[in-house]
């Protein structure tokens, strides 16, 4: 499970996959929610959007270094960028009035409403460095064995994390949610010890078609899971309509995009996105908000609420193309920027 210094282009196509999932997950109107097809669509993509990231990471860290570099390097790539959002947030709450002061505390342990896209790096942290704990454990073991504890383990991991979705803790940092982030991230890890990045190249030998049928099945499979329950699955506000079923959506799911990624080969644009993930995820609510329901804009092209869903779809389209144009040019910038200051990161 050697850190994949190498960059493989499917699994930035992977990461530019669910992130743009994840921002027509949050995009999607709720007008157009009354649809069944809509629905359908969004309980789809809940199902395995975020799950995914835990497991593309998984997938691709080092869990062999030392304690040391692992958690020095998490703390730059996840907890800085955290931390600056949310002092960022809260600064901006402090001066439109929506944040006291004496309220600083709590928002910092206890939520991150400037930004929810943030919440999820707190728990990654906590889940990757839980998961280095255990496979720390089993590194003496012989590869069999070695793969029989990582299984076992992630399997205490997900039963464990029943026990806290049904007792529903409130805890500093959302930390509650990392029994489960952690069981996804034992799943990219398990998926990297049975099939290496390199030896994952193989996989492309099956042929672009084939590939690109399989992942869509696998999806597939996720949307008839998905459509037989009235509800979403989501991480995030630790709902789930079927807890167990909720391994199984974001696994499959995951799968199916990393093959349908094989089977794209490559694509700049979402390699791009990628690349850059992590900073996609900490802006691109403040892009949305020019066209949700609080926003200016969308207040302007539709005032009324009562709107027919061909406008609301045609301004999802529109929303999504200027997403994909602005942030491709935007990711450059600031990559240019990091390197003339120095630091590298996503």
Excluded at 130 to 152: E, G, H, P
């Amino acid at each position: 499970m050697a850190e994949i210094r190498q960059r493989y282009s499917w699994i930035d196509i992977a990461r530019g996959a669910a992130i743009a999932l994840i921002a027509v997950g949050h995009y999607i109107p709720k007008q157009v929610l009354g649809a069944a097809f809509f629905r359908l669509i969004l309980y789809t993509l809940y199902a395995f959007h975020v799950p995914m990231f835990f497991i593309l990471s998984g997938y691709t860290a080092d869990f062999q270094a030392s304690p040391a570099d692992f958690v020095k390097r998490r703390l730059k790539s996840l907890i800085a960028p955290w931390f600056l959002f949310t002092l960022v947030g809260a600064a901006l709450r402090l001066l439109w009035g929506g944040l006291t002061a004496a309220h600083l505390p709590h928002y910092f342990l206890y939520g991150n409403l400037a930004n929810p896209s943030a919440w999820f790096l707190p728990i990654l942290f906590i889940s990757q460095c839980l998961w280095f704990f255990i496979v720390r454990l089993c590194s003496r073991a012989k590869v069999q064995k070695k793969l029989f504890f990582y299984l076992s383990f992630a399997v205490c991991l997900y039963v464990s994390g029943y026990f806290t979705y049904r007792a529903q803790p409130f805890l500093p940092f959302g930390l509650q949610r990392a029994v489960y982030g952690a069981f996804f991230v034992a799943v990219g890890s398990i998926a990297a010890f049975l099939f290496p990045a390199e030896a994952s190249l193989r996989t492309l030998s099956l042929g672009r078609v084939k590939l690109l049928l399989s992942g869509a099945l696998l999806l597939a499979a996720v949307t008839l899971i998905a459509s037989a329950y009235d509800s979403y699955f989501d991480l995030a506000q630790m709902h789930f309509p079927n807890y167990w079923l909720f391994a199984l959506t974001g696994t499959l799911g995951s799968v199916g995009v990393a093959l349908i990624s094989m089977g794209i080969g490559q694509c700049r644009l979402l390699e791009s996105y990628g690349q850059n993930s992590l900073f996609i995820c900490l802006t691109h609510e403040y892009l949305i908000g020019l066209f949700n329901n609080s926003g200016p804009l969308y207040r302007h092209l539709f005032p009324s609420s009562d709107v027919s869903y061909f406008f609301l779809i045609a301004a999802g389209g529109l929303w999504f193309i200027a997403f994909m144009l602005f942030y491709y040019p935007l990711c450059k910038w600031k990559n240019t920027l990091l390197k003339k200051i120095g630091w590298q990161g996503r």
